[in-house]
């Protein structure tokens, strides 16, 4: 089956996952070992947790690996190569980037800027093609939330360079 | 009788006019949030938790309340219309509910899926108002050890019963206890796993890993694969009502789904999934039309719907009596408790008696409201799921970044929130289940804080978890989960059989 197209990939993906699982497991080690046990009597300390959350997530990550290498779980590597196929990154990297660009613009341009432009832009990334309709559903949108957070819930909304325009 | 008495006074608060309004505004916005698809109600609940922010503990559960079962009833309408379920408890309700409406039955199905999931909400609402208060009483005899037993054995059945592989299934459960380690340790107030990181000190909400794995998570699965165009929403034609063919069909199978339902949601097996599998093969086995399973039988929606609503009240004993949540869910209710300064347990019924009966009372009134307001406006549902794709998703990053941001003000946190998202997609991508890492999150430190408290009770004797009998006896059952879907495989083999004997699973359809 490894001829087929996204197959290779898919495994890999899946052995990836394994070694991250395994990474995490050492990380939680090397915290459990960061952790100062204070004076006092405690029949368990506050490192054993974590100490057995990384054992554990190594054990699980090594068996992982063993199924998608010696063992491999032949259903599972099928699942993986139709997602591989079907994925299409640029969308999906854009998407996040827009995303994070969101999070940096809300304080500096405020909600209802920051809405008006990512709304939009994300649905564009994400295959709109009726640009003038988005922009003005985050307009909306972006307006809509931010009054009814501020002035109906009392949850503060920054208002960035609008502040002395909005209410 | 006490618990009437006490029930009336519940009634007596949530049907003031103003609690009354909240209560219709938590079932609106729950269906309008639960029926975008992609949504369940666990993202639902985390989405519209800063709408309750400035209300009083008793107007924001009654909210919650309306919510809670809006956002349920709005992801089966998904279900049938979209054959895209919002969680995998829907996942039953799609395959007979999906075929009915290709066959121009999608009225009858949205109907039977509406007043099952009346039915059985009032049933066991019921069983919630006596249930309930027997538990919390019990639940007062219990000590760390028991605690610590109960929540392994919700532990192992979320891992090991729902999905494909129970290694994946505890692979994931073990990732949320590494989350929900991140933090300050309550018992000793050392920082955990937070590598210097000051934002880190608080440790990471469950509002935010569950808006991060739910919402970005699967807006960027959905993202990466857009470009393979659009399911068809199928229209509803015809009357929207049932014949009165579908009603002697539907009626037994409501009454067996509540019956399947209340109690194993009530047992922290891990939510809805399990019953509403249950009842749909427990309906296809009486049927007298065996042959219309898989068609469109309408049996398919009218019990598993019944059991999951059902279901998703048990898991509110739990809740409530023993402050422990068994599914994604409830872990989101339970930090809308902390957020409002209260801790569910068997002392919530002593210490805010008002708040608790008020909620059940609500539990009713809502569960009427979302009939009366569900079958005339069924129309009005599908018009929502024609909203082009690429705009919902966009949309549902705006809220799912309003959720978390006006939660805290902070930046960080929701920076936080999308790489857990990030981890979502690859989560999904790779078919590992995600209720797993919401509940380690969230019991996780729970777990760990009754097992240090039973060991420094025993004086670090691990043996304290197998003399108690209560302990012993949940941490036997907790084995029997793990080793129970294997039994058809180790029979088999004994058998001498060389034909490979699936793994019992729920949650899922079968492998193809």
């Known amino acids: 089956?490894?001829?087929?197209?996204?197959?290779?990939?898919?495994?890999?993906?899946?052995?990836?996952?394994?070694?991250?699982?395994i990474g995490l497991g050492v990380v939680a080690i090397v915290g459990s070992t960061q952790v100062r046990t204070p004076g006092g009597y405690a029949a368990v300390g506050a490192n054993a947790m974590p100490a057995v959350v990384g054992v554990a997530l190594i054990g699980l990550g090594a068996a992982l690996l063993l199924r998608a290498t010696l063992r491999l779980d032949l259903d599972h590597a099928e699942r993986i190569r139709t997602e591989a196929v079907a994925t299409h990154w640029p969308t999906t990297g854009l998407a996040l980037?827009?995303?994070?660009?969101?999070?940096?613009?809300?304080?500096?341009?405020?909600?209802?800027?920051?809405?008006?432009?990512?709304?939009?832009?994300?649905?564009?990334?994400?295959?709109?093609?009726?640009?003038?309709?988005?922009?003005?559903?985050?307009?909306?949108?972006?307006?809509?939330?931010?009054?009814?957070?501020?002035?109906?819930?009392?949850?503060?909304?920054?208002?960035?360079?609008?502040?002395?325009?909005?209410? | 009788m006490d618990v009437i008495g006490s029930l009336l006074g519940g009634f007596a608060t949530a049907l003031q006019p103003e609690y009354l309004l909240y209560a219709a505004i938590g079932v609106t916005l729950g269906t309008l949030v639960g029926v975008l698809p992609g949504i369940g109600p666990a993202l639902t609940v985390a989405l519209l938790l800063p709408v309750t922010f400035d209300l009083d503990p008793?107007?924001?559960?009654?909210?919650?309340?309306?919510?809670?079962?809006?956002?349920?009833?709005?992801?089966?309408?998904?279900?049938?219309?979209?054959?895209?379920?919002?969680?995998?408890?829907?996942?039953?309700?799609?395959?007979?509910?999906f075929q009915m409406a290709k066959r121009g039955r999608g009225g009858p199905a949205l109907a039977t899926a509406a007043i099952g999931s009346f039915v059985a909400g009032t049933i066991s609402t019921l069983a919630i108002t006596f249930f309930a208060p027997v538990v919390a009483g019990v639940a007062l005899l219990f000590q760390?050890?028991?605690?610590?037993?109960?929540?392994?054995?919700?532990?192992?059945?979320?891992?090991?019963?729902?999905?494909?592989?129970?290694?994946?299934?505890?692979?994931?459960?073990?990732?949320?206890?590494?989350?929900?380690?991140?933090?300050?340790?309550?018992?000793?107030?050392?920082?955990?796993?937070?590598?210097?990181?000051?934002?880190?000190?608080?440790?990471?909400?469950?509002?935010?890993?569950?808006?991060?794995?739910?919402?970005?998570?699967?807006a960027l699965y959905a993202a990466s694969r857009l470009r393979h165009g659009q399911d068809a929403v199928v229209a509803v034609k015809g009357r929207v009502m049932m014949n009165r063919d579908d009603i002697r069909r539907s009626w037994p199978a409501w009454l067996r789904g509540a019956a399947i339902g209340f109690p194993l949601g009530a047992l922290p097996a891990g939510g809805a999934e399990?019953?509403?599998?249950?009842?749909?093969?427990?309906?296809?086995?009486?049927s007298k039309h065996p042959d219309e399973f898989g068609k469109g039988a309408i049996e398919g929606v009218a019990g598993p719907e019944a059991a999951n609503n059902a279901a998703f009240s048990g898991v509110l004993v739990p809740l409530l009596t023993l402050g422990l949540p068994t599914s994604a869910t409830a872990a989101i209710m339970l930090a809308a408790f902390q957020i409002f300064n209260l801790q569910?347990?068997?002392?919530?019924?002593?210490?805010?008696?008002?708040?608790?009966?008020?909620?059940?009372?609500?539990?009713?009134?809502?569960?009427?409201?979302?009939?009366?307001?569900?079958?005339?406006?069924?129309?009005?549902?599908v018009k929502i799921l024609e909203i082009p794709r690429p705009l919902l998703y966009a949309g549902i990053?705006?809220?799912?970044?309003?959720?978390?941001?006006?939660?805290?003000?902070?930046?960080?946190?929701?920076?936080?929130?999308?790489?857990?998202?990030?981890?979502?997609?690859?989560?999904?991508?790779?078919?590992?289940?995600?209720?797993?890492?919401?509940?380690?999150?969230?019991?996780?430190?729970?777990?760990?804080?009754?097992?240090?408290?039973a060991m420094s009770i025993a004086q670090g004797d691990l043996g304290v978890f197998l003399s108690r009998p209560l302990s012993s006896t949940l941490l036997l059952v907790a084995?029997?989960?793990?080793?129970?879907?294997?039994?058809?495989?180790?029979?088999?083999?004994?058998?001498?059989?060389?034909?490979?004997?699936?793994?019992?699973?729920?949650?899922?359809?079968?492998?193809?």
Request: glycine residues 12%.
């Open chain 2, 144 to 218: 760390p050890a028991d605690y610590f037993a109960l929540m392994v054995v919700a532990f192992v059945s979320v891992s090991s019963l729902v999905g494909h592989s129970i290694l994946r299934g505890l692979v994931s459960l073990f990732v949320g206890l590494f989350i929900g380690l991140i933090g300050i340790d309550v018992l000793s107030g050392q920082p955990r796993l937070t590598f210097g990181v000051t934002e880190l000190l608080d440790g990471l909400s469950i509002v935010v890993v569950a808006v991060g794995l739910f919402a970005v998570g699967e």
């Open chain 2, 58 to 97: 008793t107007g924001a559960f009654i909210m919650f309340a309306g919510i809670y079962y809006g956002g349920m009833y709005g992801g089966s309408t998904t279900s049938i219309l979209l054959n895209t379920p919002g969680e995998s408890a829907s996942i039953v309700t799609a395959l007979e509910g």
């Open chain 2, 344 to 381: 569910p347990g068997p002392l919530l019924f002593s210490q805010a008696p008002d708040l608790v009966w008020a909620l059940i009372a609500s539990l009713y009134i809502g569960n009427v409201m979302l009939l009366l307001l569900n079958l005339p406006l069924v129309r009005v549902w």
């Open chain 1, 1 to 21: 089956m490894t001829d087929r197209p996204g197959s290779r990939r898919g495994v890999l993906e899946a052995r990836l996952a394994a070694l991250a699982v």
């Open chain 2, 479 to 512: 084995l029997a989960v793990l080793v129970v879907p294997y039994l058809p495989r180790l029979v088999a083999r004994l058998r001498g059989q060389r034909t490979a004997v699936p793994r019992l699973t729920f949650g899922e359809a079968p492998e193809d």
């Open chain 1, 97 to 167: 980037a827009g995303l994070v660009g969101y999070a940096m613009a809300l304080g500096p341009l405020g909600y209802v800027v920051a809405t008006s432009v990512f709304l939009p832009f994300e649905a564009r990334i994400l295959g709109s093609r009726s640009t003038p309709r988005d922009l003005l559903v985050g307009i909306g949108l972006g307006v809509v939330v931010y009054l009814a957070f501020t002035q109906l819930l009392g949850v503060r909304l920054p208002a960035g360079f609008l502040e002395p325009v909005l209410p």
């Open chain 2, 274 to 286: 399990i019953p509403s599998f249950l009842s749909y093969n427990i309906e296809k086995r009486l």
């Open chain 2, 397 to 453: 990053l705006v809220f799912a970044t309003l959720g978390v941001y006006s939660a805290a003000n902070s930046v960080v946190d929701v920076l936080i929130m999308y790489a857990i998202g990030v981890l979502g997609f690859f989560m999904r991508r790779l078919d590992f289940p995600v209720g797993p890492v919401v509940l380690g999150t969230i019991l996780g430190p729970m777990l760990e804080a009754q097992f240090r408290r």
